[in-house]
């Protein structure tokens, strides 16, 4: 794999042109970005520098990509990283800093003129800054060991975006006209989203360095309520693979060992519908045999990259994530993949009362399976490895997150534990919990990996990580994961639209057209008396708090003011939360009415917060609801479009 240029500077030719050039080796070649006319141009050796271009004062540390906004291209640069650690001789870094240059020399990041163009660089801006992306100049970050190995002769002279797997490179859209024009440039940081830690210790004389890695899909990414199940492709929400590896290196053994999981939403079509209540509604969308080619899809595509798969479910048997069990069941058993295994495991029933030890039970469960799937292990001393991972547990809850995280470092404590033992670090009847340093970094990775994928899809924290940090369940366990719960509920409900969107956007899921600015993106087209509502429950709470807290004038009784405001603060919440799904912050690139107003077969647990039938609102709500699917319709043809020139593209190429 060729290396990249790990700084380059910036030369910006007034209006004309963007040239990067590396600052080592000296008389590299450069890259040139015309603005005027977006065309990219990779420069031969020693190309000098135009004397009217002047150097910006920023190191540049890679290329991000380029979007494609309503008014103007930019080209997002790496301006700032941080070293998280090195593996294999070679630095993984975060990126933290960015800058966005326009392309149109009329157009600027700092001024949009238009309120649609500043909307959309807000949500770029905000994918970057709450973003976890890392790379590296001299690894492939985006693929596990044992898929690094298997290719290791082709891969040598190709560039690094040209073998990184595709559902993991995280910019690969924003990187597809570099591509295009570029095929031999070097300068292309294929980034994943996810989590890097790597801390090493010394286990009976033993140095071993432990690595945990995640690499989230970008195919149907989003966030916890906006995006779930499963698309016609066989792509699911929240899919994460996760990549434990083991390092040893010391005089007896140099040996490198790969443990991977995966987890993602149940493979059915499936929503939660918001409407402000803690519990959304479940929805269970059954299209028929679309339903069952999606889900095999899925599970056929695991299969064919993993191997063997063990299906382990931990939604709940009873209540509220039931029809979601169920779906999964039946359709587990009418796709009938090869090569896959269904395991149930009641997680809530199972570790009650905090007895989270039970989660032995499922390993026990396991154990076959993770017998026979092993992992990957490479030994310096031989020439082929001495084991292959021939199989993966794929594990998934309702969000892919608490019990999910739970679960997996459940499983990979024990395979850990097994593969020491493989190589003699540790005595048949010894365990990782008795080396105090290995654990202690053991379940700090596991608790900092587990915030971080739920960071990505809930906003907040992981739960239930009390017990994943400290290998018990502790009293201020539940204080932390009723904070956290209260933070989902409001980033869930009034502030994940925005951040939907921005995923959406940065993965090419949407596309905008140049020139067009549709105002539904910044205007708020509900009806006056939605929006009221709101208003009048504030200045009611302003009230009542203020004759509470306000010195009295007179000896009059007060009953009859804080009657009327608990009145108006009572019909306000009535109303609110009548209309919830009025005050739900929606995404606005790809609208979700279909699934909001969803009347096929299947099945729904309540139309709560829709609304109290007044003709008016229904009406209005219609309209909306109109103008929100001929906005996606619209899309939806312009991606059509674009899918067929680009094929018709590769075609030509292929005859060619």
């Not at 933290?96 to 770029?124: C, F, G, K, R």
């Not at 985006?142 to 040209?162: F, M």
């Not at 009347?599 to 229904?618: A, C, N, Q, T």
Request: proline share 4%.
């Amino acid at each position: 794999m060729k290396s990249l240029h790990q700084r380059l500077n910036l030369y910006i030719d007034g209006d004309d042109a963007y040239i990067f050039v590396p600052t080592e080796p000296i008389g590299a070649r450069s890259l040139t970005i015309y603005r005027n006319s977006g065309n990219i141009v990779l420069n031969p050796p020693n190309t000098p520098i135009p004397k009217t271009a002047e150097r910006s004062g920023k190191t540049i540390y890679g290329i991000f990509g380029i979007i494609s906004l309503a008014l103007s291209d930019y080209v997002i640069v790496i301006t700032g990283r941080e070293l998280r650690g090195s593996i294999l001789r070679q630095n993984i870094y975060r990126a933290t800093d960015y800058d966005i240059l326009p392309l149109n020399p009329t157009a600027s990041v700092q001024n949009p003129p238009t309120a649609v163009e500043a909307h959309l660089l807000a949500l770029v801006r905000s994918h970057l800054a709450g973003g976890f992306f890392f790379f590296s100049y001299g690894w492939d970050i985006t693929r596990r060991l044992q898929a690094q190995w298997s290719t290791l002769q082709e891969d040598s002279d190709g560039p690094l975006w040209e073998i990184a797997d595709d559902r993991f490179f995280w910019n690969k859209f924003l990187h597809s006209r570099l591509i295009d024009h570029t095929t031999t440039n070097p300068d292309q940081n294929a980034m994943i989203y996810g989590t890097f830690d790597i801390r090493s210790s010394n286990v009976n004389g033993h140095h071993i360095s432990l690595c945990l890695i995640s690499r989230r899909s970008r195919y149907r990414a989003g966030t916890r309520y906006f995006r779930r199940g499963v698309d016609h492709e066989g792509h699911v929400a929240n899919f994460n693979e996760t990549e434990q590896i083991l390092l040893v290196d010391d005089d007896e053994t140099s040996s490198q060992l790969s443990f991977v999981q995966i987890r993602g939403s149940v493979p059915v079509f499936w929503a939660e519908v918001n409407t402000l209540r803690y519990k959304p509604d479940v929805q269970v969308m059954e299209l028929q045999d679309t339903v069952v080619d999606a889900f095999r899809k899925h599970l056929q595509e695991q299969v064919q990259l993993y191997g063997e798969s063990a299906l382990v479910n931990l939604v709940n048997q009873k209540g509220h994530e039931r029809p979601i069990k169920e779906a999964y069941e039946k359709y587990v058993t009418e796709a009938s993949v090869p090569k896959t295994r269904y395991e149930y495991f009641d997680f809530h029933n199972e570790c009650k009362n905090m007895r989270w030890d039970r989660i032995n039970v499922l390993i026990a469960k396991l154990e076959d399976d993770l017998t026979r799937q092993g992992y990957f292990h490479l030994d310096a001393s031989k020439p082929g490895p001495v084991q292959l991972q021939a199989g993966v547990v794929r594990t998934n809850c309702m969000d892919n997150l608490d019990r999910t995280n739970v679960a997996q470092a459940a499983l990979a404590k024990w395979t850990l534990d097994r593969q020491l033992k493989a190589l003699g670090i540790l005595q048949p009847t010894d365990t990782i919990d008795n080396h105090e340093d290995l654990i202690r970094d053991f379940r700090e990775m596991w608790s900092d990996h587990a915030n971080q994928i739920s960071i990505a899809y809930s906003g907040t924290g992981a739960l239930k990580t009390d017990f994943t940090r400290t290998g018990k369940r502790t009293r201020v366990g539940p204080l932390e994961d009723g904070y956290n719960s209260v933070m989902r509920y409001l980033k869930n409900n009034f502030f994940d639209g925005a951040r939907q969107d921005a995923y959406d956007l940065m993965t090419g899921a949407w596309v905008p057209r140049r020139g067009w600015a549709p105002s539904a993106l910044v205007r708020d087209d509900r009806t006056l008396i939605i929006r009221s509502a709101p208003y009048a429950m504030n200045f009611s709470l302003f009230m009542i708090c203020a004759g509470l807290t306000l010195p009295r004038t007179s000896d009059y009784s007060l009953f009859y003011y804080f009657l009327l405001w608990f009145t108006i603060l009572a019909l306000s919440l009535v109303f609110i939360f009548a209309h919830g799904i009025e005050y739900v912050n929606w995404p606005r690139l790809l609208p979700l009415t279909d699934i909001i107003y969803y009347e096929g077969p299947g099945f729904r647990s309540g139309h709560r917060g829709k609304g109290m039938g007044l003709p008016v609102l229904d009406s209005v709500k219609n309209k909306a609801g109109m103008k929100a699917r001929e906005l996606a319709d619209s899309h939806r043809r312009t991606r059509s479009k674009l899918w067929k020139l680009e094929a018709g593209a590769k075609e030509k190429e292929r005859v060619d």
